[in-house]
């Protein structure tokens, strides 16, 4: 029983590298979070996606993209890492409004 | 835009009660409360539904009053197992989508 799983887990990038944080469910939840923690700042919501095909933007979208493929993935990118996107990031997911929402465990990331 | 919690931080003997709240400058359709442990995820502790509901799980209960768009945190006889950071998470009424926007957090420390 997997539920929300995240890769990486860990990932060290220099500044202006790209890469993708895949975010995976098997509870065929329908929307789909990325968030990011920050010391102090709670968790901020980056971009979202409420079914197959379909995202919006969070509260702190700037300097992301993400995509929703297929119904179970979702994926976070970052085309051109900067310093400032050094932070932990959940992926989370509910089956609809009201419900439960269910975190990943999280991955770090540092950008130096 | 986050709602605000209070206070920022609160130290307790094991066994004495505390409070948390939360509140919005939105009308809100639910409030979602999280317990999270350093380095992991955020765990689901309860959901409250507009319409002014009370509910309970062990001996941490929460309430939610609609007309002051606030929530409230109960934890009582508390144990060394309730240190963490508590986050509360709202959904504005008249959404057409799901979004849970959370608090900063309100770290709880039991010390023996």
């Known amino acids: 029983n997997a539920g929300v799983t995240q890769t990486p887990k860990f990932r060290v990038l220099k500044t202006g590298q790209s890469m993708t944080l895949l975010c995976a469910q098997d509870?065929?939840?329908?929307?789909m979070y990325w968030y990011r923690q920050d010391p102090g700042m709670g968790l901020r919501l980056i971009h979202y996606s409420v079914g197959e095909g379909t995202t919006a933007k969070g509260e702190v979208p700037d300097g992301y993209n993400v995509s929703r493929l297929k119904k179970q993935n979702f994926l976070l990118g970052l085309e051109s890492a900067a310093p400032s996107q050094t932070s932990v990031y959940f992926c989370a997911t509910t089956h609809k409004s009201g419900n439960t929402i269910y975190f990943g465990e999280g991955s770090w990331l540092t950008v130096v | 835009q986050q709602p605000v919690q209070s206070p920022q931080a609160v130290i307790l003997r094991e066994g004495e009660d505390a409070v948390i709240n939360c509140s919005s400058s939105k009308a809100l359709y639910s409030v979602h409360w999280y317990r999270q442990k350093h380095g992991e995820a955020p765990v689901f502790l309860m959901i409250l539904l507009k319409g002014g509901e009370q509910k309970g799980h062990e001996k941490i209960s929460a309430s939610f009053n609609e007309k002051k768009q606030q929530s409230s945190l109960y934890l009582t006889a508390s144990q060394l197992s309730y240190s963490g950071t508590y986050f509360c998470?709202?959904?504005?009424?008249?959404?057409?989508?799901?979004?849970?926007?959370f608090g900063k957090g309100t770290l709880l420390t039991v010390n023996p």
């Open positions: 509870m065929n939840h329908e929307y």
């Open positions: 998470g709202t959904e504005r009424s008249g959404g057409s989508n799901y979004k849970l926007t």
